[in-house]
């Protein structure tokens, strides 16, 4: 059974930390995982795509970076900021997207 | 360019009821995707729908349908509804072919109280 894990469940910080979420995946072969932020009661906001070919993704404060020999992805926030604040998903793909459970994180002002 | 959208963004039914939601795709894909998300809980794949044919599904029960128009926009019909349906439904379209963009873009959810 494919499985898509994130640890912790949630996360607190005081602003300006830089921080890393972790997602860990069962299935050596993925095809590409995908980032998501998702703001209470909304929908999802793709953040970073990383296809398996590739190591790292970035964009902006945020990279991302793919291990498939170990099953694990990061997202690293630079200099968090309250905006910042929100439940963090990652999916592995194509297609049929599995999801783990997410990281909600809180900046502190 | 339009992003995905949803309707409703809220509805109320009662236990045995059936429910339609629709969704439109952004513009340019012809792909679109269903999840559910239970409270607390990453969204779970549904199915997917391709030249308005299913391609793709979850572990979800028959009484779970879809429809894809030749537009692409795209409905999800859930019968007799059960407590366990209430959640949020994401709609996600993406592009299909030669030149693909696997990067799913989700619209903002209708969120389903079954009571």
């Known amino acids: 059974k494919q499985e898509v894990t994130q640890i912790p469940a949630a996360l607190s910080v005081p602003e300006g930390e830089n921080l890393v979420l972790n997602c860990s995946f069962t299935d050596s072969a993925i095809y590409n995982l995908q980032w998501f932020r998702q703001d209470p009661g909304k929908g999802l906001t793709s953040l970073l795509l990383?296809?398996?070919?590739?190591r790292e993704q970035t964009s902006g404060r945020l990279n991302a970076s793919l291990d498939k020999s170990s099953g694990r992805s990061t997202l690293y926030i630079a200099a968090s900021q309250p905006g910042d604040s929100a439940t963090y998903l990652c999916?592995?793909?194509?297609?049929?997207?599995?999801f783990g459970q997410g990281t909600e994180l809180s900046v502190k002002p | 360019e339009t992003g995905v959208t949803q309707s409703p963004t809220h509805l109320i039914k009662t236990r045995g009821q059936q429910v339609t939601l629709r969704c439109s795709s952004q513009s340019g894909h012809n792909t679109v995707s269903w999840y559910q998300q239970a409270l607390g809980q990453g969204p779970q794949f549904i199915f997917q729908?391709?030249?308005?044919?299913?391609?793709g599904r979850g572990n979800f029960p028959p009484r779970f349908s879809g429809l894809q128009f030749p537009n692409y926009s795209s409905e999800l019909n859930v019968n007799a509804l059960e407590l366990d349906d209430s959640a949020l439904y994401l709609c996600?379209?993406?592009?299909?072919?030669?030149?693909?963009?696997?990067?799913?873009?989700f619209g903002p959810g209708t969120r389903l109280l079954v009571l």
């Open positions: 996600a379209s993406s592009v299909t072919g030669l030149v693909r963009s696997e990067t799913q873009y």
């Open positions: 990383i296809q398996s070919s590739q």
């Open positions: 729908y391709y030249r308005e044919e299913e391609n």
């Open positions: 999916a592995r793909g194509p297609g049929k997207l599995i």
